[in-house]
């Protein structure tokens, strides 16, 4: 199996930074892309940002200049670095992985975490 956890989440001020990590683990034999996903109140689920096996990130125009995302492959990680927060970044942050499990032939699945609540208020 493959397990995705996220952390770091938290209550911050608008303006505020907030560093989020996520950890991939089990029987994996392969990682490609890592991706950040959010959904906010009322809505659905959206991309964040994304960073391929080699290092090329892309972000959603709304965090651009704000958010990077930034891995390590020797450790599974991806990590969300925002900055200058706003209160409409208020969601449940999702982290998605593109994996090659150890079981099951050669296919790529997308494996999820659970989530974790980035809330920004005054």
């Known amino acids: 199996q493959v397990h995705v956890v996220e952390s770091g989440g938290g209550l911050v001020q608008p303006g505020e930074s907030l560093r989020l990590s996520c950890a991939a683990s089990g029987s994996i034999f392969r990682i490609y892309t890592m991706a950040w996903y959010r959904q906010r109140p009322d809505n659905n689920r959206e991309f964040v940002a994304a960073i391929t096996s080699n290092g090329n990130a892309n972000y959603d125009d709304f965090v651009k200049g704000r958010f990077t995302i930034s891995r390590d492959n020797a450790k599974a990680t991806v990590s969300l670095q925002m900055n200058n927060l706003k209160p409409e970044d208020t969601a449940v942050y999702y982290c998605?992985?593109?994996?090659?499990?150890?079981?099951?032939?050669?296919?790529?699945?997308?494996?999820w975490g659970q989530g974790t609540q980035v809330t920004v208020s005054s």
């Open positions: 998605k992985i593109g994996a090659i499990p150890t079981t099951g032939g050669l296919s790529e699945y997308d494996y």
